[in-house]
């Protein structure tokens, strides 16, 4: 099993539509988690980190289940600019080298 | 000051040129990092340094070479590069505390011919 698991997508949604990833991480000892976004050719830009408690910027949303071992991101009222990669990192904690890069979500907003 | 500057944006090189990566950071980050993308693929790490001394080389081939010459600095040396290394080179910084995430650089895409 990978460390951190995304599906690749791509998901292709109409504009204004509300859309979920997950991404789901094997070491239940990780201790943080956060939400990047990547365009093509662009830099990782992190987007939002991730608690326990959830945590909300606009429209989207990212919730974490410690004991299912998953993250998600909801974004809703979809925007042609949301389209994007999303990548899911997860810090199992203990050194810098501890930091895992999901392979991405690959996000399409069609008009 | 909220960006990681790396230059050049694009390098082409030869496989027996030299050439280096710049990057800078004026956010009082203490730890940096250099990163290689492939096409399709998550960002991999390569090294990284942590108040000025490196703390993780990803049995990176003596190839590439960083430097970080100091806290706001980060070079990376080039050296006798295959084909393979093409890619986008990506550098971040952190405050050095992991649960803030980090800022990336735009990188420097590197095709080496």
């Known amino acids: 099993r990978k460390e951190v698991e995304q599906d690749p997508g791509p998901f292709n949604v109409p504009e204004g539509a509300t859309v979920a990833f997950n991404c789901t991480y094997s070491?239940?000892?990780?201790?943080?988690f956060f939400w990047y976004r990547q365009d093509c050719r662009k830099e990782p830009k992190l987007l939002m980190s991730?608690?326990?408690s959830g945590n909300e910027d606009g429209r989207f949303t990212a919730q974490l289940n410690r004991a299912s071992q998953y993250i998600s991101l909801l974004i809703r009222d979809s925007k042609l600019s949301d389209s994007a990669t999303y990548l899911c990192v997860v810090n199992r904690g203990g050194g810098y080298q501890k930091v895992t890069f999901g392979t991405g979500t690959k996000l399409q907003v069609i008009p | 000051d909220t960006e990681v500057t790396q230059t050049p944006k694009h390098l082409v090189m030869g496989m027996t040129n030299k050439k280096s990566l710049k990057c800078e950071q004026h956010?009082?980050?203490?730890?940096m990092y250099w990163y290689k993308q492939k096409a399709k693929k998550p960002p991999e790490l390569m090294f990284v340094?942590?108040?000025?001394?490196?703390?993780i080389n990803e049995s990176v081939p003596s190839r590439f070479s960083p430097e970080c010459p100091n806290s706001s600095l980060l070079n990376l040396h080039l050296h006798a590069l295959q084909p393979e290394d093409s890619a986008l080179y990506l550098c971040?910084?952190?405050?050095?505390?992991?649960?803030?995430?980090?800022?990336f650089g735009s990188g420097t895409r590197l095709t080496v011919v």
């Open positions: 070491n239940s000892a990780s201790q943080s």
């Open positions: 340094y942590s108040y000025e001394k490196l703390s």
């Open positions: 956010m009082g980050h203490r730890a």
């Open positions: 971040a910084s952190s405050q050095g505390d992991q649960d803030y995430g980090y800022t």
């Open positions: 991730v608690y326990s």
